[in-house]
């Protein structure tokens, strides 16, 4: 009895982790990241009451040796900045970009490069994959900003913040091309 019951415990054990076997996806080429403003709002220590005023998440595809800006990525196109779904960014308070002041919650990044200056876009619809539904009329605010040459690559699409005085600039980098779009706290 003790053996049939020992059989039986293991087939069932067998078809139990059997039942749990799931096929997950390989490593995307272009991993997701996320960065905050500040950037250490995330690694906040027991008793540190900060808070993050800004939060982007964004996939970073690597230059690979391809030539990226006005080839990969068309001149005068809007583009997702990063790879796979848009890029999200969220604003935990109010904030002014350009004139305009934007409402707390959560936007889509998009750009439209061009060789000397780009026009960065703040959009209403999330959770879409890339540009390929982006809509215009959905656009909250459109800023001009300019391109700033970098001397060394960056292999990996980059977003990061730098503090200002009165807020932040929102950095991309991708190449040897940078754009900084000021954002003012309220």
């Known amino acids: 009895m003790k053996r049939l019951s020992l059989v ?8 139990t982790v059997h039942a749990q076997d ?4 390989a490593p995307d080429a272009s991993p997701a990241d996320i960065v905050y ?8 220590k027991a008793g540190d009451n900060s808070t993050p005023v800004i939060k982007v998440v964004y996939s970073r595809p690597a230059k690979k040796g391809r030539e990226i800006f006005g080839a990969l990525e068309p001149f005068g196109k809007v583009y997702r900045l990063g790879a796979n779904e848009s890029t999200e960014i969220r604003f935990f308070k109010p904030v002014m970009i350009g004139k305009k002041e934007i409402k707390a919650g959560a936007y889509s990044l998009f750009a439209i490069p061009n060789k000397d ?6 959009n209403k619809q999330t959770d879409r994959w890339g540009a390929y539904t982006y809509d215009a009329s959905k656009d909250e605010v459109r ?15 980059s977003i990061t913040f730098v503090p200002q005085a009165d807020g932040a600039n929102l950095v991309i980098g ?3 091309t940078s754009v900084q ?3 003012q706290f309220k």
């Not at 039986?8 to 078809?15: G, I, R």
């Not at 200056?117 to 703040?122: E, Q």
């Not at 800023?143 to 699409?157: Q, S, W």
């Open 174 to 176: 991708w190449d040897k």
């Open 181 to 183: 779009l000021p954002i």
């Open 117 to 122: 200056n780009w026009t960065i876009i703040l």
């Open 8 to 15: 039986l415990c293991s087939a069932l054990f067998a078809l």
């Open 37 to 44: 403003y500040p950037l250490n709002a995330a690694k906040v």
């Open 143 to 157: 800023v001009d900003v300019p391109v700033k040459p970098l001397e060394n690559v960056v292999e990996n699409f």
């Open 22 to 25: 799931v096929k997950f996806s």
